[in-house]
């Protein structure tokens, strides 16, 4: 396939952004919950920020799913390559 390299490049990238992502939501929980032990947190803005970052989190993963699943189906169409263009056999006048 002569888009592979391509396609592996722009699949790690995504994984590679989703993981950071991931990061640095849960970064900003960690930072946020320390910040409320600290002087306080207002419960009902505090849930929604902690469930949104979490939702986020959560994207992550499917992101993750999302990834492996085009790494799979690339790796098909891979194996597609030595059968997919078939030569017809040309029979030689006798």
Do not use: W
Not at 3 to 28: G, H, M, V
Not at 59 to 70: F, K, Q
């Amino acid at each position: 396939m002569q888009t592979t390299q391509e396609i592996t490049s722009n699949l790690k990238n995504l994984r590679y952004y989703s993981d950071k992502i991931a990061e640095l939501a849960k970064k900003q929980f960690e930072l946020d919950f320390t910040r409320g032990q600290e002087i306080g947190i207002s419960s009902g803005p505090g849930s929604i920020r902690f469930d949104c970052l979490e939702c986020i989190r959560c994207a992550c993963t499917s992101i993750e799913v999302s990834c492996d699943n085009i790494d799979a189906n690339l790796q098909s169409a891979i194996k597609q390559d030595k059968i997919l263009h078939i030569e017809e056999e040309v029979e030689e006048p006798t």
